[in-house]
């Protein structure tokens, strides 16, 4: 996603600090500039509240500063406030005399704000204005995923291989146009997340159609579990030494060389689960058939950037333990695991993190789990890859795969959304997912036929 931009020469390369501006405050407190730098400043160290301050008392003194109402507009996105931050951000626009440079600060908050129709009129204008932004282009890409326009969404989504934060090494090399490989091998590279790679990992057999020999970039993981993808003919670790090759091609730019639309998304791939995972899997998971065994996670990776936005808290997920008959397996793993310990007990919930060292032991647990209620994480796309029934609870703005409305996902039969109404409300989320596991109950103990949980019926 696009970064917002501060338009105040306020940067610490230039030399300011909030104890300079402070100090230059004291002699000139009626100067709007020094008041809208302190509050870029204080953004940048993690304090959008204080920022909101300065950028209002800015406003107070020059009501049509531009800096200060986009600088303003930014600090209310991160504070989840969107109506308020896209009203800023066009007041910024109006005192700026419509001034490009701002555009994509009104495109952050319209995206965060979940108004992506106009994002994407915006973006259009944007894009015209500043062919050479590759993050506009990028922005542009995902606001038109979100709204189920896959195939213009996917002819910019390559942009985000321009990006200077883009984080993952491109290959050196000729990247694959989707045409016919015919025999030659194919670099397959790993990026983003590991939820990404098994969204991805869908497509590997259609490239294989194309007539290649296949290499995939793979973290370890991930190893075991796509060994059992029988069309790949060899690995290399995540940052190893590259292996001979023809061609190479990101795995999440293959929608876009296969040709994907909204309607002709290739259903997940087919994983298999090894026998000692499954071995190890029975004597964790308990077999009672008189208990509906639900796993949760809480948290995906917490150096995600957003991840504080679609994860919560393990507490909220106590209330299904007031539903009857319910029986709760954490599969939480790394530093959100601390959670369980506050609890006092490890009765209420078990706790298999600590017993999963990789996706081919995760799956196995998930295979004899009866649903999955989760926030998004990589073990979403796990469960929907493996027809498992899962719940995932989702922030105001989530995924592009998940749409932007509706609470099914072509990406995932299986899959069942959960969706905040408003920024930041996960009560409404808990209570309709309590309510929907509550009726799976009573249809269980009516001995009636149960749809698949996360399946649409």
């Known amino acids: 996603m696009a970064m917002t931009t501060e338009t105040m020469a306020v940067q610490a390369q230039q030399g ?82 419509g001034a490009a440079n701002l555009l994509p600060n009104l495109v952050v908050a319209l995206r965060h704000g979940c108004r992506f129709d106009r994002a994407a009129t915006v973006l259009d204008t944007a894009v015209k204005l500043l062919p050479d932004n590759p993050s506009l282009r990028w922005d542009r890409s995902l606001t038109l995923l979100q709204l189920g326009r896959y195939a213009e969404g996917f002819s910019d989504y390559d942009a985000r291989l321009a990006l200077p934060t883009y984080q993952n090494r491109i290959a050196p090399g000729p990247l ?53 993808v029988d069309c790949i003919d060899g690995f290399m670790d995540v940052g190893g030494d590259f292996p001979s090759y023809d061609t190479h ?27 000692d995972a499954r071995a190890k899997a029975a004597t964790l998971v308990s077999a009672d058939p008189g208990e509906l065994k639900v796993g949760i996670i809480w948290s995906g990776r917490v150096t995600f950037k957003d991840n504080s936005r679609r994860a919560t808290s393990l507490t909220r997920f106590l209330r299904f333990l007031n539903v009857p008959k ?62 498992r029934p899962v719940w995932n609870l989702l922030q105001f703005m989530p995924y592009w795969v998940y749409g932007d409305r509706g609470d099914h996902t072509p990406w995932y039969p299986t899959m069942r959304l959960f969706r905040q109404a408003v ?34 019926e």
């Open 16 to 97: 300011l600090s909030i104890e300079l501006v402070e100090t230059m405050l004291a002699r000139q407190p009626r100067d709007p500039n020094l008041w809208s730098a302190l509050g870029a400043l204080l953004r940048q160290a993690g304090k959008p509240e204080a920022a909101v301050a300065c950028h209002r008392r800015a406003l107070e003194l020059d009501p049509n500063h531009a800096g200060a109402w986009t600088n303003l507009g930014n600090c209310l996105v991160d504070l989840d406030q969107y109506e308020e931050a896209i009203a800023a951000q066009e007041k910024a626009l109006l005192h700026s005399g």
């Open 249 to 275: 091609c990101p795995l999440m730019s293959l929608p876009q060389r296969l040709g994907t639309t909204y309607d002709t998304v290739p259903p997940p791939a087919r994983l298999s689960i090894p026998a």
């Open 423 to 456: 920024p930041g409300d996960w009560d409404g989320v808990f209570a309709a997912a309590e309510q929907e596991l509550r009726r799976v109950v009573a249809a269980r103990e009516a001995g009636g036929i149960l749809p698949l949980p996360g399946a649409a």
């Open 176 to 228: 694959w146009d989707g045409r016919p490989l015919n025999g030659r091998t194919i670099l397959l590279t790993t990026e983003q997340g590991f939820g990404d790679v098994l969204l991805a990992a869908r497509y590997v057999p259609m490239v294989k159609a194309r007539g290649g020999r296949i290499i995939l970039e793979c973290h370890p993981e991930l190893r075991r579990l796509l060994s059992s």
């Open 326 to 387: 319910v029986r709760l397996y954490s599969i939480q793993k790394g530093p959100p695991e601390a959670e369980l310990e506050r609890l006092g007990t490890s009765t209420l919930i078990r706790p298999l993190g600590p017993h999963l060292n990789d996706f081919a032991e995760t799956a196995a647990v998930l295979e004899r789990l009866d649903l999955i209620i989760m926030t998004d994480s990589s073990v979403a796309h796990l469960a929907g890859s493996l027809g």
